[in-house]
């Protein structure tokens, strides 16, 4: 029996077995008793504290679009595991030239090449346990910059030169 405290959301306890089956739903430290009593009603109890940690996920459902040219940065995060969280990875797929997943999650370089590239980030906690996301990532080229002319005269008689400058802004 369990006299004292409650077991996690999720397990069930049989007590002709004293056998706990079932998955824990609800993450958060739980502490209860269990007493075994036999036949001639003798009883033995016991304190047991149970730690139930959250899945670990990938919490990042998008990154922002870098332009070629650019540096850039961004991070992809994740939550739940067993700390401490090991290094990201890359698990398919490659991430656009010019640039690189760090470590700790993240994402730097200056990309030379337009285009959508996707892949898949990995990340384990200290049980081993893998949590993985793929992500797209779009590079777009930058602006095109304003055409600016200057030195045009209002108006230009026939036969006559002039020097005229463009700039691109």
Not at 104 to 121: H, K, M, N, R, Y
Request: no cysteine.
């Amino acid at each position: 029996s369990i006299p004292e405290g409650s077991i996690p959301a999720g397990l069930t306890f049989n007590p002709a077995t004293g056998e706990f089956t079932g998955t824990p739903s609800t993450p958060g430290d739980f502490t209860f008793t269990v007493r075994a009593t036999d036949t001639l009603g003798n009883s033995s109890s016991a304190t047991i504290s149970l730690g139930v940690v959250a899945p670990l996920t990938v919490t990042t459902l998008t990154l922002p679009n870098a332009t070629v040219g650019a540096p850039y940065s961004a991070s992809v995060a994740a939550a739940g595991g067993i700390t401490p969280l090991g290094a990201w990875s890359l698990s398919a797929g490659t991430l656009p030239p010019g640039l690189t997943l760090n470590p700790d999650g993240t994402i730097t370089g200056t990309p030379t090449t337009a285009g959508t590239s996707t892949f898949t980030v990995r990340i384990t906690d200290a049980s081993s346990t893998a949590a993985t996301r793929v992500l797209t990532l779009t590079v777009i080229l930058p602006p095109v910059p304003a055409v600016v002319f200057s030195g045009l005269p209002q108006t230009l008689p026939p036969g006559t030169q002039s020097i005229i400058t463009l700039n691109l802004a």
